[in-house]
Each structure stands twice: as C-alpha cells, then as structure tokens.
C-alpha cells in the first residue's frame, strides 16, 4: 500500500518552453503533497507544499509563478514548470500524505532542460 | 535552527563487510526519525521509523539506534551487498510543523 506515482520519469524540454510532471497517489487519498528538488550529491529541498483544494506554499526562494502547483483532487498533484532554462535541470520528487505525519515518496522526474 | 548532519558523506565499503553511518540532529521539538534509502535516480524508500521513546529499530540487515538526549542516531548495515550501495538519508521531523528535515545524506559504495 501507500503507493506514490510520477509521470513521467525522465523528460527533455527546450529552453523556454514549460513542461508539466504529475504526481498520484495511487491507493490512498492525500490531504497534502510536497514538491522537492534534488540536485546531484545534494539531498531533497523543499520547494511547496500544497493541500487539495487551496493555493499552494512555497518555500523561500522558490518563484510560485514559475513552478506552477496545482492539487485539485486527493489523488493527483501537479508541477508546471514554466518557461524553462537550463539551471532549472533537475531531479523532481513528490511525496503525499494521507493524515499529518507520514509522507510517501514518488520515484522522481529527471528533467532535462536543452 | 533546525538542522540535520550525517556523517561520512561518502563510504567504500567491501561486500559482506559491515558499516556504520550516523547522524546528528538540532530539530526542536522532536517528533520522529527516520532513515531512507535512495537509489541514484530514484525516490527515498523508507527503512526505519523511530520515535522518542525507541533506541533501537532493525529491518532485515539495517538496525538504527537513536539516543534522544544526545540527539543522534546511527544505521548499521550488516552483511553488505552490492545492492546496498545507494544514498542514506537521515530526515527528522518536528512535532510542531511535522515538515521533514533532510540530512545531506551518505552515499555508500559497496565494491565486490
């Protein structure tokens, strides 16, 4: 159980363009779901936390209009990001939480940005 | 600040050998602890979960401790193999936000 889903694993963009990764939890509903970034040798740092239903919140230093989250149902999370340069590659985990303590990770989204 | 540190970064281990990784914590208030395996290019699987009250908590070949009041915590892998070779991570969460506080992690290499 408590099964987290990405999609899609690994995506190529173009400089400018914006590309959206989906986050699912699979067998459980999420009251809330995290956005990290993982860049290498580095662990996850927190970029937004958002709950279905409601604006998400960003960490400092993360620009909310240029990764764009939107949780519109228990079960599904979205990350846009927008108009996308090279220093923007990286590796995107989601996790959710179904009650207030244990989150469950997603297997992560390797973007690359040319 | 809330922090979390581990200790070494890195380790090359032999296979079968055993090892030892640790972990220090400034997080306040305390709430649980917990310790991740990450593969390179994979999510953070869980492996332990330790609240105050617990010192020791094993699955399979991992065994965490956790001593609360000097704020530390070690895993220890025994029997190495190939497969462990991967990242551990050390993450603490509060009892105030329940957010999760990554360590900067261990990258462990396990050669044959």
């Known amino acids: 159980g408590a099964v987290v889903s990405q999609h899609p694993s690994r995506v190529i963009c173009k400089s400018g363009t914006s590309v959206k990764i989906e986050c699912r939890s699979l067998?459980?509903?999420?009251?809330?779901m995290f956005w990290y970034r993982q860049f290498p040798k580095q662990s996850l740092m927190l970029m937004a936390t958002?709950?279905?239903?409601?604006?998400?919140?960003?960490e400092q230093g993360v620009e909310k209009d240029k990764f764009l989250i939107n949780h519109a149902s228990l079960t599904l999370s979205t990350l846009t990001v927008t108009s996308a340069h090279p220093e923007d590659s990286s590796f995107y985990i989601c996790?959710?939480?179904?009650?207030?303590?244990?989150?469950?990770f997603g297997p992560g989204t390797r973007l690359t940005v040319t | 600040k809330n922090q979390v540190e581990q200790s070494p970064q890195s380790l090359i281990i032999l296979e079968g050998k055993n090892c030892t990784l640790q972990?220090?914590?400034?997080?306040?208030?305390?709430?649980?602890l917990r310790w991740y395996k990450q593969d390179t290019g994979r999510g953070p699987v869980s492996l332990t979960i330790?609240?105050?009250?617990?010192n020791t908590k094993s699955n399979g070949r991992y065994t965490a401790t956790l001593d609360a009041d000097t704020k530390q915590s070690s895993l220890h892998i025994t029997a190495s193999q190939l497969s462990d070779s991967a990242s551990y991570i050390c993450?603490?969460?509060?009892?105030?936000?329940?957010?999760?506080?990554f360590g900067t992690g261990t990258r462990l290499k396990v050669l044959a």
């Open positions: 993450v603490v969460s509060d009892s105030g936000t329940y957010k999760y506080i």
């Open positions: 972990c220090n914590y400034t997080v306040s208030p305390f709430s649980n």
């Open positions: 330790m609240t105050f009250s617990e």
């Open positions: 958002s709950n279905e239903g409601s604006k998400a919140t960003y």
């Open positions: 996790s959710a939480r179904p009650g207030s303590v244990e989150q469950y």
């Open positions: 067998d459980f509903q999420a009251t809330t």
